[in-house]
């Protein structure tokens, strides 16, 4: 029996995803293959989920309009939505 019991609509870019219950956002996007979750501001270089315990700042969205949350550690909700930050 699998730890999670409900599925979560979100919206990552405006794109429509479905997630599992207590799901972390990282893991949501992740398990969606979205890999790349936003860029460096200089050099435009790719960043994503590398660690996922919240040291690496790696993984900096926009959570409801809300800037600079750690995806790794915020549990995604129904209706949330998530945009790379943009530079
Ligand atoms: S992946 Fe390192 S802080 Fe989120």
Do not use: H, I
């Amino acid at each position: 029996m699998s730890a999670y019991k409900e599925k979560v609509n979100f919206s990552f870019n405006d794109v429509r995803l479905e997630a599992k219950e207590g799901q972390t956002v990282a893991a949501a996007l992740y398990e969606n293959d979205y890999k790349k979750l936003g860029t460096t501001r200089k050099y435009q270089r790719p960043r994503g989920l590398f660690c996922a315990t919240g040291r690496c700042y790696s993984c900096l969205l926009t959570v409801n309009d809300q800037n600079n949350v750690l995806s790794c550690m915020t549990l995604v909700e129904e209706g949330m939505s998530v945009k790379s930050n943009q530079s």
